[in-house]
């Protein structure tokens, strides 16, 4: 008789059938050492909670994945869960004002400092396609400045020398490569890229292109890269110089370095900045927030304003809204990004312990919960030396993880409020008997 087939084997057979590759994202490189082609998705995440997925067959995951940084406040957080479950029978959708959405721009003009004005996406990717928008309708300019390796969502407009390139085959800055095939070649016409964290490399590019650029779009802390003390604080002054706004990235950073975002911790101010990730607790959310001139554009009653198209079914969600709301009540509490830096912190610490007890040197890049690493006897500051150090490492690693009990992959580790000692211990034990191995 033939086996019966687990529910998992019949969903991964649908996922086969039926989603290109078997799963929901699309990778243009592979990480080393691992060939051409990547394994198939061979598990699905059934339910989770605080720092854990269980999987559909029942296994239990410590997730250092986190929906991609989204749930900082921890899978399932009864507030946020309470909150939103009282909003599904409120309303769920109105394209139109709703209470949690003005309270929510209220709160974070409240506390994110280049905030004056807030519109709210589903994304960091929509919110990104509709920023440049309104920079380039102010500038009347088309061109941006974009770091190597920074990502900043899925826009064509932006898909160049990120994270996901093939940075062997990256031409020398300022010219850009774009990373997929499928990006139209006029594209490329209006990016230039610089190396990261190098302030006189920039200066010189922005100086060249000042009479070209929309603005200079900066990832404050680069795919867990932080940059050395000055560079930000020099890229303000270079943009104040030539007249250019300055853009923070803050999806990643945005409510997780603090309430206040990268630009509070740092002590520099963007002209306009991008949220989204944490900030939802795992809802959908994506956030554009500046000045009351730089957002002129998004108001359609500006005097003589250049009015940019902004529109969408689901823009302003209130489901996604209550959850942010909750979100911040609960980040706004004493102790949590104490405890969230601490974590991570000890983490960074602890990575950097087991690899040299394996005799192996490696540089953590992070700040408090943005944890990265590189394995390499010097420093790390740029998206090039971080891709020219030994990459083997971590991608074995990061295979090794799962049999370890651990969701999460080489590098670039999510925490959340739910991560406690237990969690970091599990971590650390299973990076020790991978490193073991
Ligand atoms: C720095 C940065 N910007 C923008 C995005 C895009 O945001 P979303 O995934 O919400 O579209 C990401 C996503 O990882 C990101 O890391």
Known sequence: ?????????????????????????????????????????????????????????????????????TVLTGHGHPEVVAAVTAQVARVVNASHLTPPAVELSA??????????????????????????????????????????????????????????????????????????????????????????????????????????????????????????PGFLEGLRELADEIHVPLVFDEVITGFRLGLGGAQAHYGVTPDLALFGKALGSGFPIGVIAGSEEVMEPLDPGAPDGIRVVAEGSTLANPLSATAALATLDILSRPGAYEHLHAWGNRLAEGLREAFARHGITIQPTGVGPIVEYYVSDSPVHDYRTALATDLVPKSRLAAGMRRHGVFGGGGRYNCSLAHGDAELAHMLDAVEAILAR
């Not at 529910?7 to 649908?14: Q, S």
């Not at 909670?49 to 067959?57: E, H, L, N, R």
């Not at 590019?205 to 929309?214: G, K, N, S, T």
Request: glycine share 8%.
């Open 1 to 69: 008789m033939a086996a019966i087939a687990s529910d998992t084997d019949r969903l991964l057979a649908l996922a086969r059938a039926h989603l290109p590759g078997g799963g929901i994202w699309t990778f243009a490189t592979r990480p080393p050492g691992f060939g051409k082609t990547l394994d198939l998705p061979d598990f699905l995440i059934e339910r989770a909670d605080g720092a854990y997925v269980w999987t559909t067959d029942g296994e239990r995951l410590l997730d250092l994945v986190l929906g991609s940084g």
């Open 107 to 228: 709160r974070i003009c409240a506390v994110v400092p280049c905030a004056e004005r807030v519109r709210f996406f589903n994304s960091g990717t929509e919110a990104w396609a509709v920023a440049l928008r309104v920079l380039r309708a102010r500038a009347g300019r088309d061109r941006i400045l974009k770091f190597e390796g920074a990502f900043h969502g899925g826009n064509d407009a932006t898909l160049f020398n990120t994270s996901f390139g093939d940075v062997p085959t990256w031409a020398a800055a300022p010219i850009p490569t774009p990373d997929t095939p499928g990006t139209a070649r006029s594209e490329a016409a209006n990016v230039i890229t610089a190396p990261y964290d190098d302030i006189d490399a920039t200066r010189a590019i922005a100086l060249a292109h000042r009479d070209e650029l929309a603005a200079i779009l900066c990832e404050p802390v680069m795919r867990g890269i932080a940059a050395r």
